[in-house]
Each structure stands twice: as C-alpha cells, then as structure tokens.
C-alpha cells in the first residue's frame, strides 16, 4: 500500500487556482507551485499527472467556487447595476478571465469551461438592461463584458497602488500585493 498523501487535495486546488488567477497558467512554472503550495514535484504529478491537470481542477474549483457565487448574487440582486458593481471587485473572476484570454484561445478544454462560465454569467445578467420601470439600469448593451471589464480595470487600474507599483509587473502580469 502507498505512503497517505501529506497534504490536503482540495486546498492545494484552491490555493493553485489564486496562484492561477494572479499569474495565469504561463506565468506560472511549476517552480512557482511547489513552493506556493509547499507540496513536492512528484506529490503533484502524482496527484495532478502535470500542471495542466492541477490548472484544470484549480479552473473547475474557481468556476465553482468563485464565479458561479457571482453570477448567482447577481441574478438574485434588488439593484443589478450594483451588483454587477461590487462583482467588479472581486477577485474571484480573474482566473476566468486569464483563462479566456490565454489558454482558452488554445485548449478546447478550457475553451469549453470558460464558454460554460461566461453563458452562466449572462443568464444571470439577462434581466439587467431593463429594470421592471423601462428604465435602464446597465448603460451597456452586454452586461458580462462590462462585468469584465470593470474587473480588467480593477485589477490593473493605479487608482489603489502607490505610483511606484503601477509599473511593476512580472512578466508583464501585475505582482502581488
């Protein structure tokens, strides 16, 4: 019988998909893994088969975890233009859209994954160019893409950085904070 694995699966998932979404799946090396999660090499390959496979899970985790709770806080909001707001600041949609613009592009897998979220997304935003009243409450004709948007701007707007951090990058991606 095999030695017991020495950590916690679904923590490590969770804590690639933050290395993920700070990253991407490039910018990430498996270096960068094995010591932001503190597992060994072969425990990963072992568990994951590759970084693929470990990005594929933290992808699932994220999507489950972290951008199907938006999209259902969203659906379900009094003011939907403030919900789509505050969902603008959530951190938790920036694997998903590192996902769409990177891997997606070229791994029908994720390809499908990022579809699958972005079509939840807009089934909850289908009810937001209109209130009940008639009157307008998302100025957009598309609702997800200025969901995303609004994050692409959080995320690398200089508005919360002091100046000296606005241009420091690694590998052309922002640094953590």
């Known amino acids: ?15 690639a998909a933050g ?6 799946f490039d910018g990430t090396s498996v270096d960068d ?14 568990t994951f088969g590759s970084k693929r496979g470990l990005y594929l899970a933290a992808l699932r985790w994220s999507l489950e975890h972290q951008v199907a709770p938006i999209a259902e806080r969203v659906a379900v909001a ?10 603008s600041d959530d951190p938790g949609l920036d694997l998903l859209i590192l996902a769409a613009v990177e891997t997606a592009p ?3 897998e994720v ?14 935003c289908a009810g937001i ?5 008639g009157v307008p409450r998302v100025p957009a004709p598309d609702p997800v893409a200025t969901l995303l948007g609004l994050r692409i701007r959080a995320r690398y707007s200089p508005a919360d950085r002091e100046p000296a951090e606005v241009g420091a990058t690694a590998g052309g991606r922002p640094t953590p904070s």
């Open 1 to 15: 019988m095999g030695r017991p694995r020495g950590f916690d699966e679904a923590e490590v998932i969770r804590s």
């Open 19 to 24: 290395l993920f979404a700070m990253r991407s």
């Open 33 to 46: 893994l094995v010591a932001g999660l503190s597992v060994h090499r072969n425990s990963l390959y072992k």
């Open 78 to 87: 009094a003011d939907p233009a403030a919900a789509l707001r505050e969902a």
């Open 106 to 108: 070229t791994d029908a």
């Open 111 to 124: 390809a499908d994954l990022v579809a699958g979220a972005l079509a939840g997304l807009d089934r909850a």
């Open 129 to 133: 160019d209109v209130g009940a009243d």
